[in-house]
Nanobody, 121 residues
Framework: QLQLVESGGGLVQPGGSLTLSCEAS??????IGWFRQAPGKQREGISC????????TYSDSMKGRFTVSRDNDRKTVYLQMNNLKIEDTAVYYC????????????????WGQGTQVTVSS
């Protein structure tokens, strides 16, 4: 059973940057999506990357600020987040889907435990 572990969250000031990591327990060619969930809000899709890292997608509010990449040798997918805003505060999750990307959380069947990102001055 594939397991995913996120790391890299923390406290950052507005305008700052963080890089989140999503490490898989084994080599996988699955699509990996990044999601986030703020208190009292639904989980929303942020980005997704295909198995080779050659195709990525982002939600409109993240385009130009977030960059997803993957290193299959390290079994890790990254989410580089720049120019962070207070409204980016949330728990960030990575998840696995076998074929194609989707913004619907219920279409992913393996999830990490999440990592907290807090943007505050």
């Amino acid at each position: 059973q594939l397991q995913l572990v996120e790391s890299g969250g923390g406290l950052v000031q507005p305008g700052g940057s963080l890089t989140l990591s999503c490490e898989a327990s084994r080599f996988t060619l699955d699509y990996i999506g990044w999601f986030r969930q703020a208190p009292g809000k639904q989980r929303e899709g942020i980005s997704c990357i295909n198995f080779s890292g050659t195709w990525t997608t982002y939600s409109d509010s993240m385009k130009g600020r977030f960059t997803v990449s993957r290193d299959n040798d390290r079994k890790t997918v990254y989410l580089q987040m720049n120019n962070l805003k207070i409204e980016d505060t949330a728990v960030y999750y990575c998840a696995r889907r076998g074929s194609s990307c989707s913004r619907k959380p219920n279409e992913y069947n393996v999830w990490g435990q999440g990592t907290q990102v807090t943007v505050s001055s």
